[in-house]
Every structure is written in C-alpha cells, then in structure tokens.
C-alpha cells in the first residue's frame, strides 16, 4: 500500500504560478506510475498530467501544455505539479494518483489516491 498526501494548493490570481505536492508513504515510490488529476465543480474527474515511474516519460493534457510541469523526485517520494499562468477554468481539487503499472489517463485504473488540494484561481 501507499499513501498520498498533497499540498500546495490555495488561492491565487490569474496568471499566477503554483507548486503542487504529493508525498508518498509505505511501499516503494518508485514501483508507481504517478498521475495528476483536477475535479472542477460540476464536472467529472479529468487527468491533468501523468509521469512514468522513472520519472523518464511524460504526458500532459492538451488544456495545461506549456503551462504545467510533472516531475518527480524518487529519494523524497514525492511528485510535483508545477503550473504557471493559472485560469479561473484551472480551478478544481487537485488530486494525486498511483497505480502499479504503466501510466494511463483513465481514472479508475489508478489504485491509489490522495485527499486533494483545492486550487482556485481569482480573475
């Protein structure tokens, strides 16, 4: 089992940056494929960016590219989301997942999921 705590989020202006963190416990991080998700208010979940376990690949959702950066770091069992020139449409709880395979986008594949981090962006 891992658990996932995130942290980071709050609020801030349009155009502003965030860094969001997620730290893992209990079994190897490192075993992990690694997922940012955000669920906007009425919406349903959507995958923001996912990264391999070697933190060697990297898929972003067409909506953050350019503007969000997934890395991880595997000595301090944490994945970071970095995102810049935030959008009122970025506001959502942010949300960090963990499955054992390959990444995917699909929510339900994920295993694992933190408590999310609720990001809202003021115009």
């Known amino acids: 089992q891992v658990q996932l705590v995130e942290s980071g989020g709050g609020l801030v202006q349009a155009g502003g940056s965030l860094r969001l963190s997620c730290a893992a416990s209990?079994?190897?991080?490192?075993?992990?494929?690694m997922g940012w998700f955000r669920r906007a208010p009425g919406k349903e979940r959507e995958l923001v960016a996912h990264?391999?376990?070697?933190?060697?690949?990297?898929y972003y959702t067409h909506s953050v590219k350019g503007r969000f950066t997934i890395s991880r770091d595997n000595a301090k069992n944490t994945v970071y989301l970095q995102i810049a020139s935030l959008k009122p449409e970025d506001t959502a709880v942010y949300y960090c997942?963990?499955?054992?395979?390959?990444?995917?986008?699909?929510?339900?594949?994920?295993?694992?999921w933190g408590q999310g981090t609720q990001v809202t962006v003021s115009s």
């Open positions: 209990g079994r190897t991080f490192s075993s992990y494929a």
């Open positions: 997942a963990a499955r054992l395979e390959v990444p995917t986008m699909l929510p339900y594949e994920y295993t694992h």
């Open positions: 990264i391999s376990k070697s933190g060697g690949i990297t």
